[in-house]
């Protein structure tokens, strides 16, 4: 008796998120349908034009923002930044350089460090 394999498949806002896209910029085809493991394997080896002009472009979705700005996601949203950017909006924060985005690139610095140094703790007690 075999069993037949199904394909496992997601919804367009779960391979969005493996993606580092926004979903509501992508084509209407992909936020319609359904994605499989492997057609998600596809677009990351090989993106098609809008996928990789999304990623050059933007807008971006919270996570790729917050990481572009050297902030956290908490980060974005108390400098009052809610919505999606594209990739000039996220250059021109990096020119003004707010206190607020100052702000939180030390506090994630700090997060940083922190990590760090209990790694390294946890590294030493293990020898």
Known sequence: MSSQKTA????????????????????????????????????????????????RTGPHPRP?????????????????VTEPLTTEQIEELRAENPEWLQRERAIQADVQAEAERVRGAKATKRH
Request: hydrophobic fraction near 45%; charged fraction near 25%.
């Open 8 to 55: 496992q498949t997601m919804k367009p806002a779960t391979a969005a998120k493996k993606l580092g896209v926004y979903l509501e910029a992508t084509p209407e085809e992909f936020q319609q349908g359904v994605v499989s493991r492997d057609e998600l394997n596809a677009l990351q080896a090989d993106p098609p034009e809008w996928l990789r002009e999304l990623r």
């Open 64 to 80: 790729v923002v917050a990481a572009r700005l050297a902030i956290s996601i908490s980060g974005l949203a108390r400098g009052g």
